[in-house]
T-cell receptor, first 113, second 112 residues
Framework: DAGVIQSPRHEVTEMGQEVTLRCKPI?????LFWYRQTMMRGLELLIY????????DSGMPEDRFSAKMPNASFSTLKIQPSEPRDSAVYFC???????????FGSGTRLTVV | GEDVEQSLFLSVREGDSSVINCTYT??????LYWYKQEPGAGLQLLTYIFSNMDMKQDQRLTVLLNKKDKHLSLRIADTQTGDSAIYFC????????????FGKGTKLSVKP
């Protein structure tokens, strides 16, 4: 099992550009979570899906952020337009049952200049 | 709302025991978790405890839960330099389809 796979590992982009982060959850996991980690705010839940359906997106900072899960094996988090304050590490995690906690990907370090 | 509090830093000497503490607010939390994050990596699940348990031991790790005080601790025996990392406490809420609330993490530094 390759675990949760995120791409790219690092992304540097200019302010105003569109950024797309990708995630492949573990096969068979039915919940997928997007988190953002910064020094100031720690780990913040942005959105989570259950069986490909968005359940709670109250953590999405603003309309510039959107997430999709077109099928059970793929999700994207898009920021358009990006701003310097979006610079952070973005993690994707998946789970099958709450008992077992989440499995996290290695993260995407986003830098917006 | 739900909140999880941890101290930010802990420094110990190699071979000593480390105790990382956490307080949480949701008394209906079913599970409580400890995660470890090494530099440049994602969070890795270390252990979890069900809310009807007081203690769970797994090799060098001991988790203690005081449900009355909503206090969770992680003890690492014989701490090694490889244990240096950030440790996150998390509580579940919202039932089986709920999500986890994470603390801000405790950075453990192990000095040789």
């Amino acid at each position: 099992d390759a675990g949760v796979i995120q791409s790219p590992r690092h992304e540097v982009t200019e302010m105003g550009q569109e950024v797309t982060l990708r995630c492949k959850p573990i096969s068979g996991h039915n919940s997928l979570f997007w988190y953002r980690q910064t020094m100031m705010r720690g780990l913040e839940l942005l959105i989570y899906f259950n069986n490909n359906v968005p359940i709670d997106d109250s953590g999405m900072p603003e309309d510039r952020f959107s997430a999709k899960m077109p099928n059970a094996s793929f999700s994207t988090l898009k920021i358009q337009p990006s701003e310097p304050r979006d610079s952070a590490v973005y993690f994707c995690a998946s789970s099958i049952r709450m008992t077992y906690g989440y499995t996290f990907g290695s993260g995407t370090r986003l830098t917006v200049v | 709302g739900e909140d999880v509090e941890q101290s930010l830093f802990l420094s110990v000497r190699e071979g000593d025991s480390s105790v990382i503490n956490c307080t949480y607010t949701d008394s209906s939390s079913t599970y409580l978790y400890w995660y470890k994050q090494e530099p440049g990596a994602g969070l890795q699940l270390l252990t979890y405890i069900f809310s009807n348990m007081d203690m769970k031991q797994d090799q060098r790790l001991t988790v203690l839960l005081n449900k009355k005080d909503k206090h969770l601790s992680l003890r690492i025996a014989d701490t090694q330099t490889g244990d240096s990392a950030i440790y996150f406490c998390a509580e579940s809420y919202g039932g089986s389809q709920g999500n986890l609330i994470f603390g801000k993490g405790t950075k453990l530094s192990v000095k040789p």
